[in-house]
């Protein structure tokens, strides 16, 4: 716990105040982990972590009474997937920060420090997982989906699919969950980046212990369109003004070719000059709705600002 004069020596000196583990709830999505679960709950309470909630997916292999019988809060998730899962973690934390991890032993529980250290000044904090023990095809997988996540988002991230990530809970609980299943962290990650604010720390990652629930390419494809439609959800900007720069090129290049054509043979071609137009209209159109997203976004970020200053001037006066 920190004392008064930990916390003003902090403000003195401008240092992150570190939390609590007592501040945490630990959320472990799990399903069918019964191999790992125990493990892994057993390692969290020797670092010191004794609110975990584990939220189940309905496991048939004992997973449930394994984690009771190691003193954890079981509950069953509604909505599908990892992402109905969290949802319905949101509704029973009571804590003010919130660490997310994997039931399978690949997150070691020593590392949560690191995030705790910077939670205070950030509302998403993102463990950055050592690559040495991910797959080729799943680190090949990780790095298209937080590339086009950074090139859509407008961040540096560098690694948007970690499981472990640390959530200030009264940001946690205004997130919304549209996407269905795999694509949490990238929705989440979407909300912090656009409205919040975002970091990372590294940590380690091990082998997982038992089955993996998720198949590479059909949830990795799945993800990476996620990241496209949250896109044009949370940043539209740089989206529409992507569009509209791709259609743009080959519009003037047909246009000109039709006209280079008209004059020096005679020869008029409707049906690419249709094309060039039509391509005309779509570039006009996605330099509209980016402008217009341009100015919306200014006023979203005045107003969050505005509330931002009115909640820190009701935080100094209590
Ligand atoms: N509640 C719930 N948990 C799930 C569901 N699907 C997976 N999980 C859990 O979510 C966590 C992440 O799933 P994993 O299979 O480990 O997926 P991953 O971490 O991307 O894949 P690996 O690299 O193989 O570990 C694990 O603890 C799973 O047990 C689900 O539908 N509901
Ligand atoms: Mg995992």
Request: glycine share 8%; hydrophobic share 45%; aromatic share 8%.
């Amino acid at each position: 716990m920190l004392t008064n004069r930990d916390r003003s020596s902090a403000r003195l000196t401008g240092d992150a105040v570190g939390i609590s583990p007592e501040d945490v709830t630990i959320v472990i999505p799990t399903l069918n982990e019964a191999e790992a679960i125990g493990k892994v709950l057993d390692e969290l309470k020797q670092e010191g972590y004794t609110n975990i909630l584990v939220v189940d997916g309905y496991s048939h292999d004992g997973t449930v009474e394994i984690a009771r019988e190691k003193g954890a809060v079981v509950v069953y998730q509604h909505g599908t997937g990892k992402t109905g899962a969290l949802k319905t973690a949101m509704e029973h934390v009571r804590t003010p920060y919130v660490l997310v991890m994997d039931g399978d032993y690949t997150y070691d529980p020593k590392d949560i420090k690191r995030l705790l250290d910077h939670g205070s000044r950030y509302a998403h904090v993102i463990g950055v997982r050592d690559r040495s023990n991910i797959g080729l095809v799943h680190r090949f997988g990780n790095w298209v989906i937080t590339r086009t996540f950074n090139i859509l988002m407008g961040t540096g991230l560098h690694d948007v699919c970690s499981g472990m990530y640390l959530l200030k809970t009264d940001v946690a609980k205004e997130l919304e969950f549209s996407s269905r299943g795999f694509a949490t962290e990238v929705e989440i990650a979407a909300q912090t980046a656009t409205e919040h604010s975002i970091t990372e720390v590294p940590i380690g990652y091990r082998r997982r212990i038992g089955r993996r629930k998720l198949s590479t390419w059909r949830h990795g494809l799945g993800i990476l369109f996620s990241v496209i439609s949250l896109a044009r959800k949370y940043n539209p900007v740089l989206l529409f003004s992507a569009l509209s720069a791709l259609s743009i090129i080959p519009a003037v290049a047909i246009l000109a070719w039709v006209v280079f054509r008209q004059l020096t043979a005679g020869v008029w071609h409707s049906g690419w000059a249709l094309m060039g137009v039509m391509l005309l209209l779509f570039a006009s159109q996605s330099i509209a709705v980016a402008t217009i997203s341009i100015l919306l976004k200014r006023i979203e970020r005045r107003v969050i600002q505005y509330i931002k200053k009115v909640e820190r001037v009701k935080a100094d006066e209590s």
